[in-house]
């Protein structure tokens, strides 16, 4: 029974983890992050890597009012994700991705895309298809494009459960 311990371990750190990541930047504050850009308006196109757990570049700048192509590629080793939202809507994105953990949908380094379009039971689908994010496994490559309408606390955040705790966040600074 050499495993065990090492085991409970690891998952009692990942609970205190998780525990002092929740509420850190829970303020309430419900500003808006922005709408989905058309391609045509894009000022520029940013290009985001992700890796096991961050992001390059670490923040980014941009207009009030701006519209950018994001050009996002996993180049980690496990599915990542690329959220623009303020960290309220990170806090709350996080509780419905430890859903898709344990459901079976991420695992890992493993997107099961076959599982996200099935229904839970309970009317709802873990699709993940909101214009502010992308789910990418290892090797993937999508765009998203963005309109930073107003000046707002914004993120862009990897809520894969225990990422945004290990640093997995950007700034998006307004200037
Ligand atoms: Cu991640």
Redesign the pocket.
């Known amino acids: 029974m050499k495993l065990i311990k090492p085991l409970i371990a690891a998952l009692a750190m990942f609970v205190s983890v998780t525990a002092l990541g929740a509420g850190a930047h829970g303020d309430g504050h419900a500003s808006k992050s922005g709408e989905a850009g058309k391609p045509s308006e894009a000022s520029r196109t940013i290009t985001v890597a992700?890796y096991d757990?961050y992001y390059e570049p670490e923040s980014i700048a941009v207009k009030s009012g701006e519209t950018v192509r994001f050009v996002v590629e996993n180049k980690g080793n496990?599915v990542?994700?690329f959220n623009i939202g303020t960290p309220a809507m990170h806090e709350g994105h996080q509780k419905e991705m430890v859903k898709m953990v344990e459901h079976g949908v991420i695992q890992g380094g493993k997107l099961n895309r076959g599982m996200m379009s099935m229904d839970m039971g309970d009317g709802q689908s873990m699709k993940h298809d909101d214009p502010n994010s992308i789910l990418l496994e290892p090797g993937e490559s999508k765009e998203l494009v963005w309109k930073f309408s107003d000046k707002a606390d914004i993120e862009f955040a990897?809520n894969?459960p225990g990422?945004y705790q290990s640093g997995?966040y950007g700034n998006v600074n307004f200037n």
Do not use: D, S, Y
Request: glycine share 0%.
């Open positions: 992700m757990n496990l990542h994700e990897c894969v990422h997995m």
